[in-house]
């Protein structure tokens, strides 16, 4: 069954320090990948995504990610994290498969919660 | 400004009741959503629909049918509420072919007891 792995599911950092959380799939054929954060009391909202193209895709606030195909990886990126950065972030991938003849799922990952210490 | 809506923040049921949660887009989109939230489990699928009256089962539909009559609402339907239901249930929605990204509502966070 296809699926989504965040390895790190608590990380802490302090201000500036650099992020990099992990998200490997399942997956062999053609996918999307996305990122998605969740702040304290908001709703999920896209950060990034990648279609095709140049591997390395930027998002909003600082915040990147490659796609290295041969190793099944998304990895997320900041060089420098802020405390507003504290959220709940979910990688998800979408298998190239029609469904009905007529859309994709979208598979999220169990998330990576980040605390940001000022 | 895009809004996708549930109509309940907070919900508290008994177990054996039936649910109803709402969920609306503005935005005319064709797809919908139906996920719950559960912590270390991240996001999972309980059904989705991408055109009126038409639905499709996700990865964890036991429990739980939909509704799609128009295409702006899109409703889940707890026939007989377990307390393994309890979660956080988030509706979403987007366009065809899921370049467009997904737009979530706040949630709704379902007690049952």
């Known amino acids: 069954a296809q699926s989504v792995s965040q390895h790190n599911h608590h990380v802490i950092l302090s201000e500036a320090a650099s992020l990099e959380l992990g998200c490997n799939y399942s997956?062999?054929?053609?996918?999307?990948l996305f990122w998605y954060v969740q702040y304290p009391g908001q709703h999920l909202q896209l950060l990034l995504k990648?279609?095709?193209?140049?591997?390395l895709v930027k998002g909003i606030k600082g915040f990147e990610a490659e796609f290295i195909k041969s190793k099944f990886s998304f990895n997320l990126r900041k060089p420098s994290v802020q405390w507003s950065d504290t959220a709940e972030y979910f990688c998800?991938?979408?298998?190239?498969?029609?469904?009905?003849?007529?859309?994709?799922?979208?598979?999220f990952g169990t998330g990576t919660l980040l605390a940001v210490q000022p | 400004d895009v809004k996708v809506t549930q109509s309940s923040r907070y919900l508290v049921k008994r177990t054996g009741e039936k649910v109803f949660l709402e969920c609306v887009q503005d935005?005319?989109?064709?797809?919908m959503f139906w996920y719950r939230q559960d912590p270390g489990l991240g996001l999972r699928l309980i059904y989705f629909?991408?055109?009126?009256?038409?639905?499709e089962k996700g990865d964890i539909p036991e429990g739980y049918s939909v509704s799609r009559e128009k295409k702006e609402r899109f409703s889940l339907i707890l026939e007989s509420a377990s307390t393994n239901q309890t979660s956080m249930y988030l509706c979403?929605?987007?366009?065809?072919?899921?370049?467009?990204?997904?737009?979530f509502g706040s949630g709704t966070q379902l007690s049952v007891l």
């Open positions: 998800a991938v979408s298998p190239l498969v029609r469904y009905g003849g007529a859309t994709n799922k979208l598979i």
């Open positions: 997956y062999g054929g053609t996918v999307n």
């Open positions: 990648y279609f095709s193209g140049d591997p």
């Open positions: 935005m005319d989109h064709e797809n």
């Open positions: 629909s991408y055109d009126v009256k038409m639905k």
């Open positions: 979403a929605s987007n366009n065809r072919g899921l370049e467009e990204k997904l737009f």
